[in-house]
């Protein structure tokens, strides 16, 4: 079997995920150890009090960070995650998060991932993602 390469696991990824695909992420940037995704706030994700749901927010933000962790060739999985909210969004803002992981050295990896609306922080998630010795491969 031959590996896959970097940037396409993301896309790989996203085409094998309903939940993603759902929620309308799209990949914006992606490379080894990095990956930007973006998506629109639609009705359908608004709570009781007419804002977007949390898990909307940490649903693309632990997108993001999956992605990234995934480029290194290796399946990842998170095995421990959190998120700060700090603004409410509402419906029709576009929101984007990006995952950089920097340093790959061993089986554990440490992220922090932005949650932006335009310029604005709205929330940070922070990740630990377990990598396994399984490599992606093109027929996965």
Known sequence: MKPITS???????????AYSTWLGIEILECELGRCK??????NDMLNSMN????GISYSLADTAFGFAANT???YAVSIETSINHIEAL?????IVAES???NVKNKLGFNII???????????????VYRTSKSWEEND
């Open 100 to 102: 950089v992981i920097e």
């Open 90 to 94: 509402d419906e029709g803002d576009y």
């Open 51 to 54: 804002k977007a749901h949390g």
């Open 37 to 42: 995704v973006g998506m629109t706030i639609r």
């Open 72 to 74: 290194h060739g290796k």
């Open 114 to 128: 932005k949650v932006k609306r335009g310029e604005e922080l709205v929330a940070l998630f922070k990740g630990v």
């Open 7 to 17: 940037h396409l696991i993301p896309k790989k990824m996203l085409s094998q995920d």
